[in-house]
């Protein structure tokens, strides 16, 4: 959008200098400060001619104020197509540091909590002949059970003292 502002600034400019009927010349006065206008003081040293004054031609004013329209038509579809890709950049850039984020602790206990309560439902399922005994399905499941509880109660210790548990199970 802030190229668009410089744009329409230009478009102004080139669409007012022909209105002024004179040469526009700039200079710089002893103050170091940088004027334009269409008459240079007497004593500028440095006054240059910026825009010509041309006499006026209707085809010739038409044909010039075509391509003047096609080149800012030009530079604002470049500029609107740079701002799309820079914007679908930054939208890429923010997906990929979502992805690359590593999980608040929060979403860390939801997501064991999820995996642990699977496994407790899986292994509910699971016939009495997978376990070799009432009491291993049992041990098993309450084992499930007990790091669920201690997950929700206390997840820092959860997370900092894994276990692994093998069980009584027959093989497969």
């Known amino acids: 959008m802030k190229h668009i502002a410089s744009i329409l600034f230009l478009l102004g ?3 007012w200098v022909p209105a002024l009927n004179a040469d526009v010349y700039t200079w710089t006065d002893e103050n170091g400060v940088k004027h334009f206008g269409t008459q240079p003081p007497e004593n500028a040293t440095d006054a240059r001619v910026v825009f010509e004054e041309e006499a006026h031609n209707a085809a010739a004013d038409q044909k010039r104020t075509e391509a003047q329209e096609k ?3 030009d530079i604002i579809r470049d500029l609107e197509r740079d701002e799309q890709r820079e914007a679908s950049e930054a939208r890429q850039k923010k997906i990929e540091a979502e992805k690359n984020r590593k999980p608040t602790q929060q979403e860390r206990v ?3 909590k999820q995996r642990l309560e699977k496994k407790i439902a899986m ?3 699971k016939p009495l002949d997978f376990f070799g ?3 291993n399905k049992r041990v098993r499941i309450g084992y499930y059970r007990y790091r669920l509880e201690t997950l929700m ?3 820092e210790k959860y ?3 894994p276990t692994r548990f093998e069980g009584n199970v027959k093989s497969q």
Do not use: G, N
């Open 13 to 15: 400019i080139l669409l």
């Open 71 to 73: 080149e800012l038509t």
């Open 110 to 112: 939801a997501a064991e």
């Open 123 to 125: 292994l509910e399922a």
């Open 133 to 135: 005994s009432q009491k």
């Open 153 to 155: 109660s206390d997840p």
């Open 159 to 161: 997370f900092s003292e």
